[in-house]
């Protein structure tokens, strides 16, 4: 495709339910990051992987937060147990190697 | 206090205007500076980087960083209705395609 997707684009949880967010970058884009965004707030690192190596994990707000992208091109960021607090955009991006960063539209995530 | 401060505005100027955005930063240690514009509802596009201190010029838009002083500074010249969105200054130690921390954003409405 021409950019990224993410999908879905809005999701609504259900306080303690299980979350998968997928993030299909361009392709050749060896650098994966994803971001969440708060309302109000600038994007928030969260991981980043290289490939399918995740390098930095050191942004995940805790062990519900689990990244994946096992074969280097889609990822998956999956969040379990969703709280409230969880609530916001969550944003992927890729680029190629020491290049600029392009960002998917995001999923905006509700939990209730 | 935040890696970046940025005032979240909004910031309303008429059509015509020089908008001036900045933003401070407190860690040493970013070398990479960049600017982000985000309309509603979809993903952060980049703007303007700029690599350690000096000026850079893309039409209406100018990036200044002062590393002596970690401020950064966005110029947008003869504004137009189309400039209204979120700005996000962004920096990075290691390059673009390293993980960026951003500020909370400036919302600018340009009125015709």
């Known amino acids: 495709g021409a950019g990224v997707s993410q999908s879905p684009r809005y999701k609504v949880a259900k306080r303690g339910q299980d979350v998968a967010l997928r993030c299909d970058p361009i392709s050749g884009h060896v650098s994966l990051f994803w971001y969440q965004q708060a309302l109000g707030q600038g994007p928030e690192f969260l991981t980043y992987?290289?490939?399918?190596?995740?390098?930095?994990k050191s942004g995940l707000p805790s062990d519900r937060f689990f990244a994946e992208r096992p074969e280097g091109s889609v990822s998956t960021l999956k969040i379990q147990r969703t709280q409230q607090e969880d609530s916001a955009v969550y944003l992927c991006?890729?680029?190629?190697?020491?290049?600029?960063?392009?960002f998917g539209p995001g999923t905006r995530l509700t939990v209730l | 206090q935040k890696e970046v401060e940025q005032d979240p505005g909004p910031l309303s100027v008429p059509e015509g205007a020089i908008v001036s955005l900045n933003c401070t930063y407190s860690?040493?240690?970013?070398?990479?500076f960049m600017w982000y514009r985000q309309y509603s509802r979809k993903g952060p596009e980049l703007l303007m980087y700029t690599y350690s201190s000096g000026n850079k010029e893309d039409g209406r838009f100018t990036a200044q960083v002062d590393k002596s002083s970690k401020y950064i500074s966005l110029f947008i010249r003869d504004s137009q209705p189309s400039d209204s969105a979120t700005y996000l200054c962004?920096?990075?130690?290691?390059?673009?395609?390293?993980?960026?921390?951003f500020g909370k954003g400036t919302r600018l409405h340009i009125l015709p």
């Open positions: 992987f290289q490939n399918e190596a995740q390098l930095d």
């Open positions: 991006a890729g680029s190629l190697s020491n290049n600029e960063q392009f």
């Open positions: 962004a920096m990075s130690a290691m390059g673009r395609d390293d993980k960026i921390i």
């Open positions: 860690n040493s240690a970013f070398q990479y």
